[in-house]
């Protein structure tokens, strides 16, 4: 297995300030964001060359793209705004050499065909490229009788795993964890407990993820993809910054690896 981060823990700073930092901290990958807002890649294809030259002149392998299309929204045809969005997050994986693709299930309808058919369309899409599509355990896919659901229909669904949302969501990393064996393509791993009724993220082996439970599960399943710390600073501007928390993440999670 090996470690990345999402530019999710750096939303002050540039794309060339968070290369600089995985390379220097000694990341095998860095996890990069793609939206509207241009941090720190927006979904509109070509990239500018000069983030392009950026990316190669680092050398560093972005494994996934984290994006914000979500399944639900996809129509059955080439028609709609998900469809186009889709088509230029697949274009923009395959220019910078992005292995996988974050999606989100989206609303989850009473027939769960639809973020199925989705899922398949947006395979089509990507066809031969080398861009793995995965969903994120998030939202009403953190449920883990969503993801039994939605796993009844089809078995060519890889996933995106977030333990951390399946136990905010009430679940557990063990039931969720025998859905999802062979199915996970790439792991977001953060730590938290609970204050005031609400969600506080810590350093890691603090909270209540169990993450020596989880990476040992993953090795021993045969898992070999990244994992990847997930510091939702993006969201959260009152959490410590990158620099401090990052090299704690690192060093915990390489000595369970």
Known sequence: MRLCFTSLAYPELSLAEV????????????????????????????????????????????????????????LSDDTGSAFQLASNLVKLAVEIGASGLRVYGGEFPKDTERVVNGYKLLARISGDRGVRIMIETHDYLADTSNIAELLGLSDELIFLYDPANIIYAGGSHGEAFKLLAGRIGHVHLKDFVWRGGRRVFTPPGEGVVPLKEIVSDLRQSGYEGYLSVEWERFWHRDLAGGDDILPLYRDYLRRLI
């Open 19 to 74: 290369l600089e930092r995985a390379v220097r901290m000694g990341f095998d990958g860095v996890e990069l964001r793609v939206a509207d807002d241009g941090v720190h890649l927006k979904p509109a294809p070509p990239i500018p060359r000069t983030q392009l030259e950026l990316l190669k002149s680092y050398n560093l392998p972005v494994p996934v793209l984290s994006s914000y299309l979500r399944l639900s929204e996809m």
